[in-house]
């Protein structure tokens, strides 16, 4: 009997955290509640949506997914040092996140920054482990560090972060694409990206993954905010709601909640069609439905 996707999901998810665990620190010597602070809001029971793409794109390839797990993890590490600082008074003053307190109410904001600064900068400690493994030229590794960075400074997340604090009046679609393909979707692409970058590989397997990682970062984006404005506390694990409140600029107070739905369609639909070009798509197309249709 074949596997569901969400329990191809829930495989690959324990597989990433049973070979993640080797190399997340799990104590600090120097100052142990600071690696209090980490852990907590790293283990806090995300989707892991980003290692399992990594995980699915290297099958995709035919290449061994246990290579990529430091790539994967630095990656994960980065999002939740995001997340930690989104949570922020001085940003989206979020109390809950997953369920659970976020870091600055559990630890105070000065903790809950320096947690999300060591998680940012372990992060590229991380990456640059076991050079040489599977294959991984030293190139395609230092590839990588500089794609990371990218994905998440000043080119990617943070002026994503930027943009999304500037609440711009007017519903320019045009400027909310720009946003997200910043704020979301580079690290989404670069999760997407990874096997192609260590290995190198030829340019029309990077560009199919390039473009799926676009795609899908978008459309993770869409239908988190349909989620925001349709869920429940109980499903998102958040304050649903909070986006219409701050009247920030989404893809519902653009396009309406059925523009939305059928702008989801057609990333999905794109998304999917870009995957023909790549050896072994079906888990990678697995993964864009069930984006689509998650409800948290």
Request: aromatic share 6%.
């Amino acid at each position: 009997m074949s596997r569901t996707i969400p329990e191809q999901l829930t495989e690959l998810k324990n597989f990433f955290e049973q070979k993640a665990e080797k190399l997340f620190p799990s104590v600090v010597p120097e100052a142990p509640v600071l690696g209090d602070a980490m852990a907590y809001s790293y283990h806090a029971g995300g989707k892991r949506i980003r290692p399992i793409l990594s995980i699915a794109a290297a099958k995709a390839l035919g290449k061994d997914p246990e290579t990529i797990i430091p790539a994967a993890l630095a990656i994960e590490m980065v999002h939740t040092y995001s997340l930690i600082h989104d949570d922020l008074p001085a940003m989206d003053n979020d109390d809950l996140r997953r369920g659970k307190p976020t870091s600055h109410i559990k630890y105070g904001e000065a903790l809950a920054i320096l947690a999300g600064d060591g998680l940012l900068t372990e992060a590229f400690r991380v990456a640059a482990e076991e050079t040489g493994r599977g294959g991984i030229s030293p190139g395609g590794q230092l590839h990588f560090i500089k794609k990371l960075s990218e994905s998440a400074g000043i080119r990617g997340m943070v002026a994503g972060q930027v943009m999304d604090m500037e609440h711009p009046e007017s519903k320019d679609a045009d400027f909310l694409k720009q946003l997200h393909l910043r704020k979301t979707g580079a690290m989404i692409q670069l999760s997407c990206l990874v096997p192609a970058i260590l290995w190198e590989t030829p340019e029309k397997l990077y560009r199919a993954l390039e473009d799926y990682g676009e795609k899908i970062g978008l459309l993770f984006q869409v239908t988190d905010d349909i989620l925001d404005e349709t869920a429940t506390l109980a499903e998102l694990g958040k304050t649903p709601g909070k986006d219409r409140e701050q009247h920030k600029l989404t893809y519902l107070s653009v396009y309406g909640l059925n523009g939305a739905r059928k702008l989801a369609d057609s990333l999905l639909k794109d998304a999917l069609m870009v995957l023909t070009n790549l050896p072994n798509p079906e888990l990678l197309a697995g993964i864009a439905r069930f984006i689509r249709e998650r409800n948290h």
